[in-house]
């Protein structure tokens, strides 16, 4: 029983770090993105890129935050959930 839980946890940690990297990725353009057209509509204040850099560093440990709660500690939990009823309740 623990060997099948044990490669179920494995592969639920594989899937989830493969989907933590390709969310990471496709938020940052999407953040990048957001912020070009915001440097746009504000008038162009400043340097676009350090505009963009500066946003994208202040938002960083907010989508990690984010992404590792959505990604890890929410499937871990409900996969806990489930095996716990399923096996004890």
Excluded at 18 to 27: I, K, N, R, T
Aim: proline content about 2%.
């Amino acid at each position: 029983m623990f060997f099948a839980l044990g490669r179920l946890v494995l592969m639920l940690l594989v899937v989830s770090t493969v989907a933590y990297v390709s969310l990471w990725f496709y938020a940052r353009a999407a953040q990048k993105e957001r912020l070009e057209r915001r440097w746009e509509a504000e008038g162009r204040p400043g340097n676009r890129d350090l505009f963009v850099q500066e946003g994208l560093e202040s938002e960083r440990y907010a989508l990690r935050r984010r992404l590792l709660l959505g990604v890890y500690a929410v499937p871990f939990a409900v996969l806990a959930v489930v095996v716990y009823f399923a096996n004890y309740a």
